[in-house]
């Protein structure tokens, strides 16, 4: 059932992301990316150690980057943007037009007026970043059955009426975002992002993809928060029944056919063992289902995030709380088969470091990525990739160490 679609958003994804990597995070090895969120803005020291994918909360929405009309500040989206690039992971772009969040002053436009506006946003963002590989295009778009969206589209704004309207449910607003970023960025993977579609408005998710699809909207994926992957009306609050997770799942794959993104994940509570539970059941779920192609955890500091379980505690949903992993971290940890540094200290100056395993990507002589391997050393890996039996022709073939790009030839035999 994967679709074209689907096979090239995995190309185009991992051909930029293992391309430059010099950290190589949880998810190092495996067959997409686990992400996450700035904190407070910033990037923590330690994010590439855990995060191969990076999306920003709020510093590149259109209310941050132009508050003045005309006067574009790209800068705190920049401090994110040039960090990713210069540590080899994965930039999203988040988010090009949201119903939510937009600068003050488009409240006093008309509609002309706001087309405009919306343009030129477009186009200084495209000026600025014309080689994203990632965007959301359109944030909380879905329109329920009292005719209410998702976020304020059309509530202090004429969003609906700027980009060709809304009749009846076409959803042509959102198809004439997408147009307005396909010629912007001809080769990014375009997304439409949006909140409660797995339980609560899955049928108003579904229904919204396939009919910008059917409109022409070239959307590359559909991104699914993944805040409403908890059961509600227990007590106390419990993981959503893995059995009905699965289902749901499954109905929305066969629904629209395109390839799905967790773009905004996170377990919301204060019993660690809940908590836990759900990532143990629902990461393994999404990394093994190939019509998905990422996941982004939104947040993983306690205390920094935007859950504040029922106002009790502020960022409850964070996995490190004062420095120590919380249990699903540990989890996480395990199974991704994370490898921790370690460095032991000798005297008061000098560092001995312990052995650790580094990664080592493995071509064919077209050049072609095969695959990537672990081992403590070079001599270790070419050993490994000279006994394996999962290469089946004879032939020369290369490994680059991932860390510092040493290249070594081996010859196998069969």
């Known amino acids: 059932m994967c679709s074209r679609t689907l096979k090239i958003a995995f190309l185009a994804l991992w051909g930029v992301a293992v391309s430059s990597v010099s950290a190589l995070g949880l998810a190092d090895g495996a067959a997409k990316f686990v992400g996450n969120i700035p904190v407070d803005g910033e990037v923590p020291s330690d994010f590439a150690k855990y995060w191969n994918q990076i999306t920003p909360e709020y510093e590149c929405l259109w209310v941050q980057i132009e508050k003045n009309r005309g006067e574009y500040d790209f800068s705190k989206c920049d401090a994110i943007y040039n960090w990713a690039k210069q540590n080899g992971v994965l930039f999203k772009f ?66 609906i009426d700027a980009l060709g309207g809304d009749n009846d449910g076409d959803y042509n607003f959102v198809t004439t975002a997408f147009k307005m970023a396909r010629e912007r960025w001809p080769k990014a993977i375009l997304i439409y992002n949006d909140y409660n579609t797995f339980q609560w408005q899955r049928d108003v998710g579904i229904n919204l993809i396939n009919t910008i699809k059917k409109n022409g909207a070239p959307v590359d994926g559909y991104g699914m928060q993944g805040h409403d992957l908890m059961a509600t009306g227990s007590s106390p609050t419990n993981c959503l029944n893995f059995n009905i997770l699965k289902k749901y799942l499954q109905e929305i794959i066969d629904s629209t056919q395109i390839p799905l993104f967790i773009t905004e994940y996170d377990i919301a509570t204060l019993d660690d063992e809940i908590q836990k539970r759900c990532y143990s059941e629902q990461i393994p779920l999404f990394m093994e289902e190939e019509h998905i192609a990422g996941i982004t955890l939104w947040g993983y500091i306690y205390g920094k995030t935007w859950a504040s379980c029922n106002a009790r505690e502020q960022g409850c949903s964070g996995i490190i709380k004062d420095g120590i992993d919380r249990p699903a971290m540990t989890w996480l940890k395990e199974y991704f088969n994370f490898q921790e540094d370690s460095t032991t200290t000798i005297g008061s100056s000098l560092h001995l470091q312990a052995n650790t395993l580094q990664a080592y990507d493995i071509f064919d002589l077209n050049g072609v990525r095969l695959g990537r391997l672990r081992a403590y050393t070079m001599n270790d890996a070419v050993s490994i990739l000279q006994n394996t039996s999962d290469i089946k022709i004879r032939g020369i073939y290369m490994l680059r160490s991932v860390k510092n790009g040493t290249v070594k030839s081996v010859r196998i035999a069969r």
């Open 94 to 159: 988040n988010t090009l037009v949201w119903g939510s969040r937009y600068p003050g002053w488009v409240s006093q436009l008309n509609v002309e007026e706001t087309k405009d506006a919306i343009t030129a946003w477009f186009d200084a963002v495209a000026e600025h970043y014309p080689d994203l590989e990632m965007i959301d295009v359109v944030t909380e778009a879905g329109r329920s059955a009292t005719n209410q969206y998702h976020s304020g589209f059309g509530r202090g704004n004429l969003f």
